[in-house]
């Protein structure tokens, strides 16, 4: 089975302005440009290859307040949805960022996702821990979330997570505001993302569903995490705050 990731994070209603995004989007790229180098160059999307590859952008603060400014990514009173590609044709060799942020409905409105590579040498160089733990890092420095991790699409498949709840990945981030993550057994590695959170990786190598290994570590972290309280969904623990 092809083992197919993506990289998100997620927060609750928190009112941002069309500046305040574009200083959070600006930062995002800036940071993730820096983990490989597919991330160096961006497009918006559009309805034709041909369309999107003349629609190149710089990812400056400037350009996303122009962005987010617009009628095309400016959804009023829900904030503001944009989304960017990184140009490659060739399928599962690039990656796919999608924004909403700045909304203050719903529980979970506000969120940044990367589809990760699944083919070719951009598969080989991002699906490892170390670039992985910098995209992560670069997704809650720019937007301070609640939790996000690296998620299989497959062993999402095989485990009925509840909605609104942070979901079992490779890595996992939770913000501190979840409280305090409990020891966890070996191979998992949990460290800090400076005073924002917890990000814990369950294995130094990729994660794969195949691997009964793996599934089983994976299950007993998601047990350990749920004793330890830190995995309650939004209204099970109180507002969040703006």
């Keep these: 089975m092809r083992e197919i990731f993506y990289a998100g994070v997620y927060w609750p209603e928190r009112k941002e302005s069309a500046e305040e995004c574009a200083r959070r989007a600006e930062r995002f790229f800036r940071l ?5 180098p597919i991330y160096a160059r961006w497009f918006e999307q ?19 307040l122009r962005f987010f400014k617009s009628r095309k990514y400016n959804e009023g009173k ?5 989304s960017a590609w990184t140009g490659h044709a060739e399928n599962g060799h690039g990656g796919v ?24 040498p951009e598969e080989q160089r991002v699906l490892t821990a170390p670039v992985l733990i910098e995209v992560m890092r670069a997704m809650v420095l720019a937007w301070e979330p609640d939790w996000g991790g690296v998620i299989s699409h497959a062993y999402q498949d095989i485990r009925d997570e ?13 913000s501190r505001r979840r409280g305090e993550v409990p020891p966890l057994p070996a191979p998992v590695r949990v460290e800090p993302v400076e005073d924002q959170g917890s990000l814990i990786v369950l294995t130094p190598e990729r994660f794969n569903t195949d691997n009964p290994e793996h ?7 998601r047990a350990l995490l749920e004793q330890a309280g830190v995995l309650k969904g939004y209204g099970d623990y109180g507002p969040f705050p703006s």
């Design 46 to 64: 559009a309805n034709s290859l041909k369309k999107a590859l003349q629609l190149q952008f710089e990812p400056s603060y400037e350009t996303f």
């Design 78 to 82: 829900l904030g503001f949805s944009f």
């Design 97 to 120: 960022v999608s924004l909403s942020c700045g909304s203050a409905f719903g529980p979970t409105p506000n969120s940044c996702l990367v589809d990760l590579p699944y083919a070719g």
């Design 215 to 221: 599934v089983a570590l994976a299950d007993q972290v």
């Design 162 to 174: 509840p909605g609104g709840h942070p979901r079992t990945g490779w890595l996992m981030y939770l």
């Design 32 to 36: 993730l440009s820096l983990c490989d």
